[in-house]
């Protein structure tokens, strides 16, 4: 199973000629890590042009909630219901309960971007009777395969930009009116004085969002994966668009048809040959 983020409905017709079966809409008010959000009176719309094309639609709910925002979450969930998503990405464990008691946990995605990185934590959430669960971005090919193996039901991403820093804070505001400019723009890039890599910076309503200097990309290891058991391929067009991570869905469903892409990926596989965790004086 392929999916992917989306950031066009004009784009429904090419992602239904690709490999992509599932397409994650984000929306206003409700989503993070997007530069596509999508107003809320377009969600039937969204899941009825998904259902013309053959495509199971995702939403994007990956906000962490305040309490102020608890009324209008249920609400956002019941109309998730009521279209009949086919599944929902949450990082708040405040997202669960409300889907629980709605009988939507069957639908859940869990996708905390850094924190699942063992067996035991995928079998947590499992247990609770969640659909799936992505694994931590910085995994290593041989960590993936150990999880994969006991818990083929995790989702990893092949493909795209990952957060590796998200603060609630406008830090990027903040430091601009701490050396006397203006904010002019959500995206920027940084550059730290120990590295020449620049590091994409998103700071949006929700706050500041960092990361990876470069896409991941996964051509050279989507058959071990595959081997490995694993059949959720995440891929995700933040600071991409639709057309790039179509023809990088079909690349990657060329090498594992037993052929070659048509091109070579952007991007860095360098994770999958490292430990996660590493000493200084490593």
């Given at each position: ?190 550059v730290e004085q ?82 996660t965790v590493k000493?200084?004086?490593?």
């Open positions: 199973m392929f999916i992917s983020t989306i950031q066009s409905m004009a784009s429904l017709p090419s992602f239904q000629a690709s490999p992509i079966d599932t397409v994650v809409v984000a929306f206003e008010g409700f989503s993070l890590r997007s530069e596509a959000k999508q107003p809320i009176d377009s969600l039937a719309d969204w899941k009825a042009a998904c259902e013309r094309h053959g495509l199971k639609m995702a939403v994007n709910a990956l906000k962490l909630f305040m309490e102020e925002e608890v009324d209008g979450l249920e609400r956002f969930l019941q109309a998730l219901k009521d279209v009949d998503v086919d599944a929902i990405y949450y990082a708040d464990e405040g997202v669960f309960e409300i889907a629980q008691r709605l009988g939507l946990q069957e639908k859940l995605v869990y996708q905390p971007e850094t924190l699942v990185t063992n067996t035991p934590d995928v079998c947590f959430y499992l247990d609770l009777g969640v659909k799936s669960v992505s694994l931590a971005h910085e995994l290593s090919l041989e960590e993936i395969v150990g999880i994969v193996q006991n818990c083929p039901q995790a989702e990893i991403l092949i493909h795209g930009y990952f957060s590796i820093l998200y603060s609630r804070r406008p830090l990027v505001t903040n430091y601009l009116r701490h050396i006397g400019k203006e904010k002019k723009s959500d995206r920027y890039d940084l120990t590295r020449d890599e620049a590091m994409p910076v998103l700071e949006d309503e929700s706050g500041t969002h960092v990361f990876s200097a470069e896409p991941i990309q996964s051509l050279d290891y989507i058959q071990a994966l595959y081997d490995a058991g694993v059949r959720r391929f995440r891929l995700d067009s933040l600071f991409l668009n639709d057309e790039e991570i179509i023809e990088a869905a079909k690349a990657y469903a060329a090498v594992l048809a037993g052929g070659q892409p048509a091109r070579p990926l952007a991007g860095s596989d360098r994770w999958y040959g490292q430990t000493k200084k004086v490593d």
